[in-house]
T-cell receptor, first 107, second 113 residues
């Protein structure tokens, strides 16, 4: 298994849809987890950290499943402005970034 | 305004001509790092620094050097650039630890001919 693996997409969804991304990681000793968002040709920016109990920030919900070694990101009521690449990031002593999942939200 | 700055933003150079990409942060962050981003490969860490005069290799350090003489600056040095170093480079900083929020600079697009 690759260190951090994501479906590259693209996920094409209409406005208002709910979409979910998964990310799997190989190192069971990984300590912390994050989702970053990257717009085309721009720098990545933190979207949210992922906590063991799951956490929500507005329309975004992140979950962690340590037993199965995956994290997920759920986006409800998608907006056009959500179109971006979503990077899964795992901290195992050093940060490892997934290659990203591209989301395209259409009118 | 809290930010990470990189210069230059765009650079086209030739094989073997030494270059430096500067990175500076104004947030008094301890931790700084350099990444390169390539299509299909994602972001890969080149070097990182936990504090002044403390640097360590990331996943792809070959062909690069760094220094951390001051807390705010973390330049990336390519002593003899080669075409396989053509990439988009990002500098990042975070407060006290790697697990803190990473603040990225705007990126430097480097082409080595």
């Amino acid at each position: 298994r690759k260190e951090v693996e994501q479906d590259p997409g693209p996920f094409n969804v209409p406005e208002g849809a709910t979409v979910a991304f998964n990310c799997t990681y190989s190192n069971s000793a990984s300590q912390s987890f994050f989702w970053y968002r990257q717009d085309c040709r721009k720098e990545p920016k933190l979207l949210m950290s992922v906590y063991s109990s799951g956490n929500e920030d507005g329309r975004f919900t992140a979950q962690l499943n340590r037993a199965s070694q995956y994290i997920s990101l759920l986006i409800r009521d998608s907006k056009l402005s959500d179109s971006a690449t979503y990077l899964c990031v795992v901290n195992k002593g050093t940060l490892t970034f997934g290659k990203g999942t591209m989301l395209l939200v259409s009118p | 305004e809290a930010q990470v700055t990189q210069n230059p933003r765009y650079l086209i150079t030739v094989t073997g001509k030494k270059l430096t990409v500067t990175c500076s942060q104004n947030m008094n962050h301890e931790y700084m790092s350099w990444y390169r981003q390539d299509p299909g490969l994602g972001l890969r860490q080149i070097y990182y620094s936990m504090n002044v005069e403390v640097t360590d290799k990331g996943d792809v350090p070959e062909g690069y050097k760094v220094s951390r003489k001051e807390k705010r600056n973390f330049p990336l040095i390519l002593e003899s650039p080669s075409p396989n170093q053509t990439s988009l480079y990002f500098c990042a900083s975070s407060g006290l630890a790697m697990a803190d929020t990473q603040y990225f600079g705007p990126g430097t697009r480097l082409t080595v001919l």
